[in-house]
């Protein structure tokens, strides 16, 4: 047995994160572990990583008790992670941070040529096509995620745990990942992979552990469980389906989109109707999120945009958000939230100029918008005053959410809004969906997770290298055809 938890507990104040886990991990198997958001996950990870140092229980390695006081000692026991939300240093190159730490040098010089040609000879064994010269900055999130990968295998790691490593890839770099495990498996190496997406559980885990407010609820061979089970165990209530959709009566055009072109996308055409979702799915570089983006007011672009029938002011984002439209971008910690300030504070900041009086803000109603979205979203916090960096990615971005429907927005766009959250939250987003189009809202959806597009979108439209390629129903056309348009 490689790794062998016993009782771990841990708590936070007002929280019992950990309660007695009990958890083993056989050498060189895969070892799956999910669970709703606020399940537990993330602190099993930080104590296994050396990030949190548990209250009680006991650590094995390889039979013997370990301390794990700190992410070096961790990494020098051959245990490291790669985590969801991308860590890297954005302006060094993808060689530096493949070798950040461990620098070739001579003479107290860093030998730059070297860690360059080594870098590039790995990156190319792995399949990945990246430049180790490149900066880091100018490659995507997916491709970032495929270096953070990289970096954990150069420097040799045993246990490697895999926080939703295909979140924000490509259906491609996906496929490049999961060669990598397959390989690295096949080579001994061990994993913990963590995962809200049902096929990579099946399609990559020897076993699942399921954890449920804190504690094991299920373990055992994956195979021994169905996807309705496991969903059921990680909820604690049956689930009868995973995409919930409702249809409505279509209205009146709200966004018609005429020639669209700008950085990433050229000759974009497109309608949206009241009460309809309208789906755009796509690979990296397809140009979905700059098509988004620039209707947001955050690009610049050409061509004619009009909602209602008048010409939509996209001169900046706060003219859009004014005229209505609301974007949830891919990267919500970065572009949405302000991390260190408080749910409340979040979830009222697009409305402080329209609940202020004389430059002042009442709190009372500031509690109330905000409570008002934390209840009808069912964000799972002890308290709103709470920074908002403490909550686990699916109340993240349910915060994200409720901040625009404190706004009042009537066209919402969403770019790839289920990354990383559970199938539960996931039910709740389709749900708050639904409930926008009821209300004559619509709905532009980006996602490259092609079963949920397909299944919550009325219409979807392909793009590849920045221009439409086919508009389909969903209904009536087969993953192959939609896939076979993405792809070329």
């Known amino acids: 047995m490689l790794l062998e938890l016993r009782e771990i507990e841990k708590r936070f104040p007002g929280t019992h994160a950990l309660k007695s886990v009990n958890l083993a991990v056989e050498q060189g198997t895969i070892h799956a572990i999910v669970g709703e958001n606020g ?240 789906g755009f799915f796509g690979l990296v570089g397809a140009g979905r999120s700059e098509v988004m983006m620039s209707i947001a007011g955050a690009r610049p672009f050409s061509g004619e945009l009009l909602k209602a029938g008048r010409r939509l002011n996209t001169s900046n984002v706060k003219a859009a958000l004014k005229d209505g439209v609301a974007l949830i971008p891919e990267d919500r910690r970065n572009q949405s939230l302000c991390l260190s300030q408080s749910i409340k504070f979040n979830l009222n900041l697009p409305t402080y100029d329209r609940d202020s009086r004389g430059g002042f803000v009442s709190d009372a109603q500031e509690g109330r918008n905000a409570q008002v979205q934390r209840d009808s979203l069912k964000i799972k916090t002890p308290s709103l005053e709470m920074p908002v960096s403490n909550l686990s990615g699916g109340n993240q971005q349910k915060v994200v959410i409720g901040k625009w429907l404190n706004h009042g927005a009537d066209l919402f766009m969403f770019d790839e809004p289920t990354t990383g959250v559970d199938i539960p939250t996931k039910l709740e987003i389709y749900r708050l969906f639904s409930a926008l189009v009821k209300q004559n809202k619509a709905i532009l959806l980006v996602s490259s997770y092609l079963p949920e597009v397909m299944a919550i979108s009325d219409r979807l439209i392909i793009m590849r290298g920045g221009r439409v390629v086919g508009e389909v129903n969903p209904a009536l056309t087969s993953p192959e055809e939609i896939l076979h348009l993405a792809l070329g």
Request: proline share 3%; charged share 20%; aromatic share 6%.
């Open 39 to 278: 399940a537990g996950k993330s602190t099993l990870i930080k104590i296994l990583t050396g990030v949190y140092r548990r209250d009680s229980g006991q650590i094995l390695l390889d039979g013997q008790p370990a301390e794990l006081e700190n992410p070096l000692q961790a990494q020098r026991l051959g245990i490291d992670a790669v985590h969801q939300e991308v860590v890297v240093c954005r302006d060094l190159s993808v060689a530096e941070n493949l070798f950040l730490g461990i620098e070739h040098s001579r003479a107290g010089l860093v030998n730059q040529r070297q860690m360059d040609a080594e870098a590039q000879t790995f990156l190319d064994g792995l399949g990945f096509g990246i430049s180790a010269r490149s900066p880091l900055s100018s490659l995507s999130v997916g491709q970032q995620q495929l270096v953070v990968c990289a970096k954990a295998v150069l420097r040799g790691t045993r246990l490697l745990i895999l926080d939703e490593p295909t979140a924000f890839l490509s259906t491609q770099e996906a496929e490049q990942l999961e060669r990598l495990i397959r390989r690295l498996h096949a080579q001994g190496t061990t994993f913990v992979y963590i995962s809200h997406r049902m096929e990579e559980i099946f399609n990559l885990s020897d076993t699942v552990t399921v954890l449920r407010d804190g504690a094991v609820v299920h373990s055992g061979p994956t195979g021994d469980v169905t996807r309705e089970r496991l969903v059921s165990l990680m909820a604690g209530r049956d689930i009868e389906q995973f995409y919930y959709k409702e249809r409505f009566p279509r209205g009146e055009p709200l966004l018609s989109a005429a020639h669209l072109s700008g950085k990433g996308f050229d000759d974009v055409s497109f309608t949206v109707h009241q009460g309809e979702i309208l």
